[in-house]
């Protein structure tokens, strides 16, 4: 009865066919059956999740199918004469509608064209930006908060560089974090974050305001960018501050340039110069790969305004109230309390919100585009 397209719930949904769905997915393995796709390890690794992604849409679409054809059937039962079977309809009705709501929730997160990026490790920067040592201590604060939230996570953090403040803070720190889709979490922490309080230097007890720029990155992979060894120029030097005697005494700091875009990559928290220089180009290319994203989203403005998690470095995403013991993201229009908890890594409940609103601003995007 229902071989085909259907209506849903949502009007403005539309589902692809059985049919249509079953092809595309017989098309994606003989694509992927080919040799000179199986040596392309980027390309395979897209259309295995294309394979995925469509191989259960096929199965969400058979299922609701199936449910809304047992709301039919059903529905014509509650009308009946027997009050012990009208019962069981109802209660059957009432189940299938939950059934029905849940799977036509998941086709739409199917439908939502994904961020190939999501499934990235990441490289995240923190730079102190206005209040000087205040901000600096704030920085290595939020960067402490997101080392416990990574612990939570199963995720790994190891430090790249870092400039401490003569407080100990950090002036700048650069992380590189792996794990279970990383990216597709960290990406909303893209911008400024405010803090207001009153810092342990301050006698007269008055409010300052600091700010902190958090950048993070999706690491780059070498298909992604094909870096020229001509277009770099490689300078070693002797790394300076904490690290014993042995980074002191020898040339393992290594600063590279990439002449045509102007980006310097600076990194000496490693032992040895191919470690350094490793780590170097790794954040070289992240930085490139992020250059070119924005210029891709630049062209298709309406792209950006659709996701919460393109902000750029220069926009304020949020604000530290510790007076008030609230954090605002002003992306949401959202707050909440507890900022000792956040600042101890539990940053589900922020990090739930931003998704479910990028979520819905995507699914505006999918079935409403400008």
């Given at each position: 009865m229902h071989s085909g397209c259907f209506l849903p719930a949502r009007r403005d949904m539309k589902i692809p066919p059985v049919e249509q769905l079953k092809r595309e997915l017989e098309e994606l393995?003989?694509?992927?059956?080919?040799?000179?796709?199986?040596?392309?390890?980027?390309?395979?690794?897209?259309?295995?999740?294309?394979?995925?992604?469509k191989k259960e849409l096929l199965q969400s679409v058979e299922?609701?199918?199936?449910?809304?054809?047992?709301?039919?059937?059903?529905?014509?039962?509650?009308?009946?004469?027997?009050?012990?079977?009208?019962?069981?309809?109802?209660?059957d009705l009432e189940r299938l509608a939950e059934e029905i709501k849940h799977l036509e929730s998941k086709i739409e997160d199917l439908l939502i064209p994904s961020d190939p990026l999501?499934?990235?490790?990441?490289?995240?920067?923190?730079?102190?930006?206005?209040?000087?040592?205040?901000?600096?201590?704030?920085?290595?604060e939020l960067f402490?908060?997101?080392?416990?939230?990574?612990?939570?996570?199963?995720?790994?953090?190891?430090?790249?560089?870092?400039?401490?403040?003569?407080?100990?803070?950090?002036?700048?720190?650069?992380?590189?974090?792996?794990?279970?889709?990383?990216?597709?979490?960290?990406?909303?922490?893209?911008?400024v974050h405010r803090v207001q309080r009153v810092p342990t230097t301050e006698k007269m007890g008055r409010v300052h305001t600091s700010t902190v720029t958090v950048a993070v990155l999706p690491q780059a992979?070498?298909?992604?960018?094909?870096?020229?060894?001509?277009?770099?120029?490689?300078?070693?030097?002797?790394?300076?501050?904490?690290?014993?005697?042995?980074?002191?005494?020898?040339?393992?700091?290594?600063?590279?340039t990439h002449v045509p875009s102007g980006t310097v990559v600076a990194v000496q928290n490693e032992r040895s110069q191919h470690k350094n220089k490793e780590k170097a180009m790794s954040i070289l290319r992240a930085r490139l790969l992020e250059a070119e994203e924005t210029k891709r989203q630049s062209t298709t403005a309406s792209e950006r305004r659709q996701q919460v998690g393109t902000g750029d470095r220069s926009e304020k995403i949020r604000t530290f109230n510790y007076p008030q013991d609230r954090i605002?993201?002003?992306?949401?229009?959202?707050?909440?309390?507890?900022i000792p908890a956040v600042m101890e890594g539990e940053w589900d409940d922020i990090f739930n919100a931003l998704r479910q609103a990028d979520r819905e601003l995507r699914l505006k995007q999918a079935f409403h585009p400008v």
């Open positions: 393995a003989v694509r992927m059956s080919d040799p000179a796709v199986n040596r392309n390890v980027s390309e395979m690794k897209r259309l295995s999740n294309e394979h995925n992604v299922e609701l199918t199936r449910a809304q054809q047992q709301q039919e059937e059903t529905t014509a039962l509650a009308d009946s004469e027997e009050e012990e079977l009208r019962q069981l309809a109802n209660e999501d499934s990235r490790d990441v490289i995240i920067e923190l730079r102190a930006g206005a209040g000087g040592e205040e901000a600096a201590l704030f920085a290595s402490r908060s997101y080392s416990r939230y990574a612990e939570r996570q199963g995720w790994k953090m190891h430090i790249v560089n870092k400039s401490l403040s003569e407080q100990h803070g950090f002036k700048e720190v650069i992380a590189e974090i792996s794990g279970s889709d990383v990216f597709g979490v960290m990406k909303y922490e893209r911008g992979e070498d298909i992604d960018m094909i870096i020229k060894p001509e277009d770099l120029r490689i300078d070693t030097y002797r790394a300076g501050g904490a690290g014993g005697q042995h980074v002191n005494k020898t040339s393992s700091a290594v600063r590279i605002t993201d002003h992306r949401i229009k959202e707050s909440w309390s507890n």
